[in-house]
């Protein structure tokens, strides 16, 4: 099938690829002409795992293409997927001004039946304002060309993007249209052959059922955050805990991890944002208000335990922070709690030693010249001169480090953990002064 991708992001760019890996004939449209042509040139602008390789292999077969000539990308596809952010605006609702831009490009330019699926996430009712949008700027044209609007939310997780797109827990359709369910029904085929797993709804259903899954997975964190705080005042370790839990199969053991507090493009806008939304429905989401406010106070959690072992005063300490994106396995430094806890550290008078496999080159981005904050090559460099090591993300390179050398390089050896990597046990075992996220267990 013919498929035009709007948006060329996280989303936009590994829909289009994946797409294109099942032979489609995929062309992917931004209006940023630096990402573009970094594509053109065989370049990944994102640290995304595996999308390098689905890229380049449909690149040479011709399936895949990059532009940014909006006519021709329009004329191009009887799918078009808008994917283009969706930011909080200042009252916390979903910013749609982009999404309206590219429906507007559609109308502009369309001249055959298209299918508008909307992948970005958007509140209730946005699919008729994508309808309108295509229908006022047909009619500015004079012209009268059937199309519809279907809603397909989007579930994956950065850092393993490429394989839940391939692999669907489900795939959403919203629809009002039976033509239109026909094409999303074979276009998903390829990724849903073998388990049923598309669910076609009305469209209010599918816009909503994006918010809800994000909302209860930052529920189950905040949940999961707050018993953290009490497990370490009577003396409970929150590891065992979720293990206890998670063993349910009514719980189940994903998103229950205790950390540093959720961060990313996505959890804190989308709380924001139904949060928002149920306000202007005369009605307070008090649980999900709960789950950001307990959130706000988690990015600042490894701070107070910073605080409560070495002072309010920092003047003179330097600390070392592993980790800085969001989350392992991307270079994504959108609401990292990283930022929350480099500010706090500088503000209190230290200084930060920090390390990212990936993320350094975001980090400084969108950190630009803090004083205070040192980039450094490498995990080991980060402990010289320091008076702890912070564990911010859970990479996969800090999970067994070298506990001697770090014992060795640090001024002190105390590790604060906001990812619960390390055991206790062994830790004072080996003369580390150890403090992790809900381990209170004595
Ligand atoms: N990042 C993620 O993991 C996920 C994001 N989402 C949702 O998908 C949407 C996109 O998110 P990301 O891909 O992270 O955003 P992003 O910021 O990485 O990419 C959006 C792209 O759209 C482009 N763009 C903006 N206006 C345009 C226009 N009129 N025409 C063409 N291109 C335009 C921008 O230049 C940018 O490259 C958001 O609604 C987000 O909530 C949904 C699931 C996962
Ligand atoms: O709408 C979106 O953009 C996406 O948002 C999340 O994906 P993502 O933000 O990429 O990453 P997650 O793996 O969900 O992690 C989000 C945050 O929660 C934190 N987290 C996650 C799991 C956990 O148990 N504990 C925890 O603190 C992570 O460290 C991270 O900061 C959802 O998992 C995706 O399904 C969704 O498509």
């Known amino acids: 099938m013919k498929v035009t991708v709007i948006g060329s992001g996280y989303v936009g760019l590994v829909t289009g690829a994946c797409l294109s890996d099942m032979g489609n004939d995929v062309v992917c449209l931004d209006v940023d002409a630096r990402k573009i042509g970094l594509l053109q040139d065989g370049k990944i602008p994102i640290y995304e795992p595996g999308l390098q390789e689905v890229v380049r292999r449909n690149v040479e077969a011709g399936r895949l293409h990059f532009t ?8 191009h596809g009887t799918l078009q997927f808008i994917g283009v952010g969706t930011p909080p605006d200042e009252d916390g609702s979903a910013d ?22 909307d992948k970005s996430t958007v509140p209730v009712g946005t699919a008729a304002k994508v309808k309108a949008a295509v229908a006022e700027e047909l009619a500015a044209r004079g012209q009268s060309v059937d199309f519809a609007v279907v809603s397909n939310p989007e579930f994956l997780k ?21 033509r239109a369910v026909l094409l999303m029904r074979a276009l998903y085929a390829p990724f849903t052959r073998n388990r049923d797993r598309l669910l ?27 018993l953290a705080l009490l497990a370490e005042r009577v003396g409970a370790d929150i590891e065992l805990v979720r293990r206890g839990i998670g063993s349910d199969p009514r719980i189940g053991t994903q998103f229950l991890y205790a950390g540093a507090g959720y961060g990313g493009s996505c959890f804190p806008k989308d709380v924001k944002a139904l949060v928002r939304a149920a306000q202007d429905n005369g009605i307070t ?3 999900l208000t709960a789950v950001e406010e307990a959130n706000e106070r988690q990015k600042k959690v490894l701070v107070d335990k910073v605080v409560r072992r070495f002072g309010e005063d920092l003047t003179g300490r330097q600390f070392a922070l592993w980790g800085l994106a969001f989350k392992p396995d991307t270079d994504d430094m959108r609401e990292a709690p990283s930022r929350v806890i480099v500010e706090e550290l500088i503000r209190r008078g230290a200084d930060v030693a920090a390390f990212d496999p990936v993320a350094m080159h975001e980090a400084r981005r969108s950190f630009g010249d803090l004083p205070g904050l040192r ?6 460099a980060a402990l010289q001169g320091s ?5 911010v993300t859970e990479w996969r390179q800090f999970k067994s480090p070298d506990f001697e050398q770090i014992k060795a390089t640090l001024r002190q050896p105390v590790i604060i953990d906001g990812r619960n990597l390390y055991d206790p046990g062994l ?8 403090v992790g996220i809900g381990r209170g267990a004595r």
């Open 387 to 391: 008076d702890a090591l912070l564990i």
């Open 68 to 75: 940014t000539d909006v006519p021709a990308a329009v004329q």
């Open 158 to 178: 950065e850092g393993a993007a490429v394989e839940d797109f391939m692999r669907p827990d489900r795939v959403v359709v919203g629809a009002d249209d039976e």
């Open 427 to 434: 830790m004072a075992s080996l003369g580390i002064e150890y």
């Open 200 to 226: 076609v709804m009305d469209l209010a259903s599918a816009e909503f059922t994006k918010y809800a899954a994000n909302a209860m997975l930052a529920t189950r964190i905040s949940f999961m955050n707050e």
């Open 375 to 380: 980039f450094v090559a490498d995990q080991a």
């Open 285 to 287: 989401l008090q649980v």
């Open 96 to 117: 749609l001004q982009y999404v309206i831009a590219a429906a507007r490009s559609i109308g502009r330019h369309m001249t055959d039946y298209k299918v508008v699926i």
